[in-house]
């Protein structure tokens, strides 16, 4: 009777590495998708979640497929989206961007948190756009319809800007 050594025998190694690298992957699978910290163990979108996805639904296509903003986000146009940002938007978005501004608490649907990056990048440039000029009605933000469009390309560019700035403290 011949012995193999499992130890020596490079196929015997082989197959033993390639079934520890499955299960290890099998039990990464089974972590990430039980893990304590789900976004939302119950199945239930928030509802803020839910206005969002339905005010996206209502955005025009020639909005939703815009990746990038017309206007060059310069010095000028940045410190223009600022000035707009925290004269119209900050009392409820919070002068960080936080979603925690001081209107924020007394809101039924809490605004939008712009540091949050998974969770802006729902809407696209096109979209945010659309938004600061149409407003969501089901999360209480307004319409800004007497911003001029480099107004509102202005504040996308600010809102872009902040998530940098907050990506590169952290």
């Given amino acids: 009777m ?5 130890v020596s025998d490079p196929v015997s190694r082989s ?8 299960l290890l ?7 990430f998708a039980h893990g304590k910290k789900a976004h939302n163990p119950d199945g ?10 339905a005010a996206k639904k209502d955005i025009p296509e020639e909005y939703r497929i815009m990746d990038r903003t017309p206007l060059m986000p310069t010095d ?12 119209n938007c900050s009392v ?21 948190n712009f540091l949050e990056t998974k969770h802006s990048a729902i809407y696209g440039p096109g979209e945010k ?5 149409n407003g969501i009605k089901k999360t209480g933000m307004p319409a800004f319809t007497q911003f001029a469009p480099t107004q509102r ?5 600010y809102i872009y800007r902040l998530q940098k700035d907050s990506a590169e403290t952290q």
Avoid: R
């Fill in 92 to 112: 409820c978005h919070g002068e960080k961007g936080d979603g925690k501004g001081p209107a924020a608490s007394a809101m039924k649907t809490q605004p939008a």
């Fill in 15 to 22: 197959v033993i590495a390639i079934l520890i690298l499955l």
């Fill in 25 to 31: 992957i099998a039990l990464s699978s089974f972590a």
């Fill in 129 to 133: 756009y659309w938004i600061i000029a």
């Fill in 153 to 157: 390309w202005s504040l996308v560019n």
């Fill in 44 to 53: 239930k979108k928030s509802e803020h979640m839910q206005a969002m996805m």
């Fill in 76 to 87: 000028d146009s940045l410190q223009q989206g600022e000035k707009f940002y925290l004269q």
């Fill in 2 to 6: 011949m012995k193999i050594n499992l």
